[in-house]
């Protein structure tokens, strides 16, 4: 995450087109990738020692060119092969002796991040697994599966916004405190917080404070001797000591009981806790992440959540917008989730567009959580099938029966691949109004927004603007002074 130099990318091919799909899906999952047409130009690249990998399209003599720049630099950064249409001249104990990894262009998320992912354990950027586990079991290498490691998928705004959080917070030691309704995220921000941290490979220990019986919380956070109440029959390390290093995650805060609240605030205070039963003093270096569905506001004027605790956790609230407020995440967290139960329970299924579609008008008041239980159910109703509107549940499209069948106009391939991922032009689909319409407006009213939002993520640098819309500067420039839009810094200079 971020923008080091870690995460810069050199794409060498002399398939152009082949290139741009590659930039587009390397900036797409937040690598900064240059590309050139031809090894040739290698010659005194600036910077390429400081890449994490070379992505280099397949072309005649390839085994040579690679060998050759790896003989002129001391220190070459590994190289991962993209295959296409053309047969590959060398055996597969070349293409694993030359190669990092091999994809092609149109290569699956999962696969680009697992090859990226090793180029970061190769060159130490990471390491070789995530650290991150789940129970309160004692800290093992087995219990340290990389598949509780989710990054947070989605392209809305919204969720951009989030992960640009996540990437200035996490580096810092700051308590975070996450807001938003059940399943949209909230762990999958707080792993990730840890995940980017210096403490990633020190333990993250969550904990559901609403889910433990208020009498047992304690001993639960903070662990117990022996004997010390009815029940305690050997001595227990704590949430806390086991997160040592690490990072607690404090899920449901707003559900602890206001006697845990006054001995959360003193180790927040104190940085340091006692046992149950014990009165020693253990020193606690674990950064606090906590997170709820309420209204911690609402639960301070109702005298059920301390004001005091409630601001030591809002140091840096991160705020999860709802799903309904963000479907332009769907096609990606879609594609995610079905990449997770491929992997997980080897079972898989595809959707229409207009099954897409339909999705984007539900309300998903369970959120993330919602979809990925609807794409499982999906899957074991229809194995490796297509659903379409009328397969999805009368719940989500109540007037299903009047849905035309739209299983013929898919491209099931396309949605298997990421550069089909970002299908929002598919999903947006137009619909004719009854009426008809203004073309000509609408048109405008599409590219006048798709220019405002380019000005606006690019903060109003016209040139970068243009280069995202594929346009040249004089172009655009020319655009703006005709529909009078303005840059985002000259507004704010203007009110
Ligand atoms: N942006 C996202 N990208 C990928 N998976 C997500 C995302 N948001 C939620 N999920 C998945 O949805 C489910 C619910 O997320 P979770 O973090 O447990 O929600 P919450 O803690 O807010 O209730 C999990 O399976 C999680 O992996
Ligand atoms: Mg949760």
């Keep these: 995450m971020g923008k080091t130099k870690q995460n810069q990318i050199l794409v060498i091919d002399s398939d152009s087109e082949r290139a741009q799909k590659m930039l587009h899906q390397l900036e797409f999952v937040d690598y900064e990738a240059k590309a050139i047409s031809s090894p040739s130009l290698l010659d005194g690249y600036p910077g ?24 002129d630099m001391a220190q070459c950064p590994p190289f991962i092969l993209v295959t296409g249409k053309a047969p590959l001249d ?5 293409v694993e002796n030359t190669f990092l990894g091999c994809i092609t262009a149109d290569t ?64 810092t030691e700051a308590t975070v405190l996450v807001l938003g309704e059940s399943g949209t995220g ?36 903070f662990g117990h ?25 404090l899920d449901e805060i707003g559900d602890m009981p206001l006697s845990m609240q006054v001995k959360l605030l003193r180790v927040i205070q104190e940085r340091s806790f006692e046992r149950v039963g014990s009165n ?7 950064r606090i992440v906590a ?41 990606l ?36 959580r919602e979809l990925a239980n609807l794409m499982e159910r999906m899957t074991i109703l229809h194995p490796h099938g297509l659903v379409d509107v009328k397969d999805l549940p009368a719940k989500i499209v109540p007037d299903r029966q009047s849905v035309p069948d739209q299983t013929m106009v898919t491209d099931v391939e396309d949605n298997e691949n990421m550069a089909g991922m970002p299908s929002l032009p598919m999903l947006s689909e137009p619909r004719l109004p009854r009426d008809g319409i203004d073309l000509k407006q609408h048109l405008t009213d599409i590219e006048v927004s798709l220019i405002e939002q380019a000005l606006d993520d690019c903060n109003g640098v016209v040139a970068h603007a243009a280069k995202k819309l594929q346009i040249r500067r004089t172009t655009l420039v020319e655009k703006m002074r005709k529909y009078q839009i303005q840059r985002p810094s000259e507004e704010a200079a203007a009110s």
């Design 90 to 94: 060398m055996t597969p104990e070349q």
């Design 186 to 221: 909230k762990e999958v921000v707080a792993r990730n917080i840890h995940y980017y941290s210096k403490r990633r490979s020190k333990p993250f220990v969550p904990i559901n404070c609403g889910a433990i019986p208020s009498e047992l919380l304690e001993s639960e956070l």
């Design 280 to 286: 020693k003093t253990i020193k606690s270096d674990v």
């Design 291 to 331: 997170a709820t569905h309420r209204n911690l506001e609402s639960h301070i004027k109702e005298g059920k959540f301390r004001e005091d605790l409630y601001y030591r956790l809002n140091v840096f609230p991160v705020e999860m917008p709802r799903l309904r407020d963000r479907v332009e995440d769907l096609p």
């Design 333 to 368: 967290l879609i594609n995610e989730l079905i990449t997770r139960l491929e992997h997980e329970k080897n079972a898989s299924v595809r959707l229409t567009p207009a099954a897409v579609m339909a999705l984007c008008n539900y309300s998903w008041p369970g959120n993330v």
């Design 108 to 171: 699956r998320f999962s696969d680009l991040s697992n090859v990226l992912h090793r180029a970061e354990v190769e060159s130490g950027v990471v390491r070789e697994e995530p650290v991150v586990s789940d129970t309160s079991k004692p800290q093992s290498k087995a219990s340290q599966s990389p598949e509780l490691f989710r990054s947070l998928v989605g392209n809305s705004r919204a969720t951009t916004r989030v992960r640009k959080m996540i990437e200035q917070v996490a580096p």
């Design 225 to 249: 001797e022996k004997g010390s109440f009815t029940g305690a029959i050997g001595a227990r390390q704590g949430r806390f000591e086991l997160a040592q290093g690490g990072t607690i995650f």
């Design 48 to 71: 390429l020692t400081d890449k994490l990998a070379i992505i280099i399209g397949n072309c005649p003599g390839i085994l040579d060119h690679v060998a050759k720049i790896r003989a």
